[in-house]
Each structure stands twice: as structure tokens, then as C-alpha cells.
């Protein structure tokens, strides 16, 4: 579909802008520290807005717009590798072709922001793409969100309406499905709702045990009989990450994942499932199609990668009119974004077990789990992931010593992140825009942090 204003002299100035914009950010393509002079200005920058905001940012970093790959800069010319990707949403590394070409596509429409009263082709294309990716499913339908915690909103009203009046929701130990009134009560972590009403009854039982695999289904379920059994009949869903995010990247086999989706059918629970941080990034576009469980989900929360975040459900928990709406689907860039990253990963080759995507775990795993037996022995206790979603474990693997170990993994040049407790783990998200030459060097940045950090 046609978007925005077209002539001869726009399309001219597009393809060379577009070349030009991408040329430039193709210089920044090295781990390098602050430019001379403004060795402070990151953090001099941060100290009002840090006091507007109310609370510091976990690291000096303020983003100069500028990088390409797995490199970002910042305001002070210092580069680094971007392992974390704004926690998900850079899938395709920095300045990638798809950003750039959305951008300036955008830029030739008449607005920024597209509503669900007045839709762009744009979320039309998405919503299109998005279906046609999930044709083995019973998902027929997609709705836009404002965010991962706004979709898991949505998914608990479409599954309430149908399940009224049985309100109450079994989540899992460790979960992590936003910071909204509602979906606080579903994260388990309960110090992200320190002084919060509970505002849903909850059932957390425990998801699969890597310490016990042998256990986990027969424990699980033991737990699922249990809180059906002290509340019968009032359950509405089943609600679970099939890769724990927040967790650490805990996740087990499919056999695990079939008994439990099994028992809930029989108990007549929708079966949802957030892929808010998984979209794009396991070994298909959805994690529960890298299990081959297309046949069990009737929900669906998507965000992060996919740029802008929303809902798919079956026809079943299509809603009675009047549940559902809101202002924006996203912006325009936003949304194209999104449609050509749907068709980009699913044509090219990304997935299966030949795709880029298990290379790239494979590559890091294997990597990584060298240091831990050689020159890290001691030093490193874990190394796990699936696709692009990798962590390990350094040091006693307390909250404390992988904060400063991550810390100084940013000082060093790589931003990484944390998950988990007891045991707190080193979160990696990689960007697909990675070479072997890059891969080498990542690795060798964080051996040097571990000898340096890790006693």
C-alpha cells in the first residue's frame, strides 16, 4: 500500500539520504573509551535529569544516536558493545537498513503516531504479517498494546470476559509479566510491589527446576493440583514464559511444557503466553513454536523486538465489543519497523536448527563455557540460553558481586544486564548484526573482566 508524498525528486533524495545515513554510522565500529575532553560529560548530563526522574540510571549512559552492528556510542565518543539492546527491543543491532528505510518512510507521511480509530497501512501490513506467521496456531486475531505490561492487561480481560466469574490466575514462581496495577500481582518478585494492594488472586507454582529436571513436571503439577484443588472453579488461565526472562533464561523441554498445557485443557484454562522479551529470538519467531506447541496457546503477549506490542488470541477470546480499544497502535516508524522485521526474519535465514539465530547461541555457549573450564575455572559457576538469550553465573553469583561484575563488564566495553536471585545472572541479548571476529572479541573482554572482578 501506498504510503505518504511521492515524486521523482523525493525518491532521489531518499535513496541518497538513506545511503548517506547509513555510511556515516558505519564508522562506529570499535570498542573505544571517551573522547579527550569530555571524559565527564555522560555523567554530567545525568546529574539533573537523574534528579528529575527521581532515580539514578544504572549506568552513565546517555546514547548519542550514533553506532552500527553491535556498537553504540555515546555522548562522550566512547563506543561499546550493545549486548542488552534497550532490555530487547534492538534485535537487528544499530542503524540497521530496516531502521533507517522505516524512518525515512515516516517521515513522508502526515503524522507520527497511527490510532486504532484510524489506521496506517503500516498496522494493517503488521497485524497481516504477524498472522501469516502463525497459521499453525489457533491465534486469529491481534490487537496493539502500549506496552508488554498494557498486552498482558489485555490478554487478562480477554480471558476474564470469557471465564467470568472465575477471576483467579496461575502464574509461576519467578515470573515476570510487568509493572501495571494488574500484572504487578502476576510478577512474582514481590519488591516490585512494595506498598501496592493486591489488585488479583494469584497462584505461583514452581517452573522447571535446571537444579532438578529429573523432578520439575511431577513437582509442577503436584503444584497445579494443589491450588485448583483449594480454589475449585475459579481459575481463568494458565499463565507462564516459556523461557523465564527475568528468571535468568530458565526453561525447559517441550515434554515439560505439553503435560502442563495438557492438564490445563483438561481443566478448561486458556493457555497464555508472554513473549514479550522472546519474540524474535529463540530458535523460531515465537518460543512456544521453537517447542512445538502451536496447537495448545489461545493467548499471546508480543512486544520489545517486534517494536511495538500487542495481543494475539483466538477466535474464541475475541471479545464482546466495548472491552478493548485505545489511542495509539505505535508510531508509524514503529509499525514499519515491525512488519519488515516479521518478513526479514522469517525469509531469511534465521531460524531452524541451520539458522543464524542457533549459530550464534551455539558460538556463545560453547565459547563461554571454555572460559568457565579453563582460564575462568572457579571463577564461572553456569552458562546457559536458548537463541540469542544467553547468561552465566560469576563469582558466589549474588545480586551484589554481578551488579559490580556487570558494571565493570560496561567500563570494559560491553553493556550487559543482570537476572535472576539466588542466583543473579550476567543477561545477555544478543543483536543478530554479529560477526566471529566480534564474537572473539566480546569473549575476550569478558574473560578480562572476570580475572579482573572475580576472586
Known amino acids: 500500500m501506498e504510503y505518504g508524498v511521492r515524486n521523482n525528486e523525493i525518491n532521489d533524495q531518499f535513496d541518497k539520504l538513506f545511503s548517506s545515513i547509513l555510511k556515516e554510522q558505519k564508522n562506529f565500529m570499535e570498542v573505544r573509551g571517551p573522547q579527550e575532553g569530555k571524559e565527564h560529560l555522560v555523567e554530567e548530563t545525568l546529574k539533573a535529569y537523574n534528579q528529575e526522574r527521581g532515580k539514578g540510571i544504572y549506568f552513565n549512559y546517555v546514547s548519542s544516536g550514533r553506532g552500527h552492528g553491535p556498537f553504540t556510542e555515546l555522548i562522550d565518543g566512547s563506543v561499546k558493545y550493545d549486548l542488552i539492546g534497550g532490555i530487547g527491543p534492538n534485535l537487528l543491532g544499530h542503524s540497521h537498513p530496516i531502521y533507517i528505510k522505516s524512518h525515512l518512510e515516516a517521515a513522508l507521511g502526515d503524522s507520527v503516531m497511527c490510532g486504532n480509530l484510524q489506521p496506517y497501512p503500516q498496522a494493517i501490513e503488521l497485524t497481516n504479517n504477524l498472522l501469516s506467521a502463525v497459521k499453525e496456531s489457533n491465534l486469529k486475531h491481534f490487537w496493539f498494546t502500549g506496552s508488554g505490561s498494557f498486552a498482558n492487561d489485555l490478554a487478562l480481560k480477554l480471558v476474564w470476559q470469557k471465564k467470568d466469574p472465575a477471576y483467579r490466575v496461575i502464574a509461576f ?59 475449585p472453579n475459579q481459575h481463568c488461565a494458565i499463565m507462564l514464559e516459556i523461557i523465564q526472562g527475568e528468571g535468568g533464561f530458565i526453561f525447559g523441554p517441550k515434554e515439560y511444557y505439553e503435560e502442563i498445557f495438557k492438564w490445563a485443557k483438561k481443566k478448561g484454562l486458556y493457555i497464555w503466553i508472554d513473549e514479550v522479551q522472546t519474540f524474535g529470538r529463540t530458535r523460531e519467531l515465537f518460543a512456544f513454536q521453537t517447542m512445538g506447541l502451536d496447537k495448545y496457546v489461545d493467548i499471546v503477549s508480543v512486544g520489545k523486538a517486534l517494536q511495538v506490542c500487542g495481543v494475539l488470541y483466538s477466535e474464541e477470546l475475541n471479545p464482546k465489543p466495548g472491552l478493548i480499544a485505545g489511542t495509539f497502535n505505535g508510531s508509524v516508524s514503529a509499525l514499519s519497523t515491525g512488519s519488515k522485521l516479521i518478513k526479514y526474519l522469517t525469509e531469511g535465514n534465521f531460524y531452524g536448527d541451520n539458522g543464524r539465530i542457533k549459530e550464534l547461541e551455539d558460538k556463545f555457549i560453547t565459547k563461554l563455557t571454555h572460559l568457565m573450564k579453563n582460564s575462568c575455572k572457579d571463577k564461572m559457576t553456569y552458562v546457559g540460553g536458548i537463541g540469542t538469550m544467553i547468561a552465566f553465573e560469576v563469582g558466589d553469583s549474588t ?35 554479529m560477526t566471529d571476529e566480534h564474537i572473539d572479541d566480546i569473549i575476550s573482554i569478558i574473560e578480562k573482566t572476570i580475572l579482573e572482578e572475580i576472586n
Open 173 to 231: 514462581k519467578k515470573a515476570f509479566a510487568g509493572r501495571s496495577v494488574a500484572t504487578q500481582d502476576i510478577t512474582h518478585n514481590a519488591n516490585y510491589r512494595q506498598g501496592m494492594p493486591k489488585s488479583l488472586d494469584v497462584d505461583h507454582v514452581p517452573h522447571f527446576d535446571q537444579n532438578n529436571p529429573e523432578d520439575s513436571l511431577k513437582n509442577t503439577l503436584a503444584a497445579l493440583e494443589e491450588v485448583t484443588a483449594k480454589h
Open 399 to 433: 545480586t551484589e558481586t554481578v551488579s559490580k561484575f556487570v558494571k565493570a563488564l560496561f567500563n570494559n566495553g560491553i553493556v550487559a544486564f543482570m537476572a535472576g536471585k539466588e542466583p543473579t545472572r550476567v543477561r545477555l541479548l544478543l543483536p543478530l548484526a
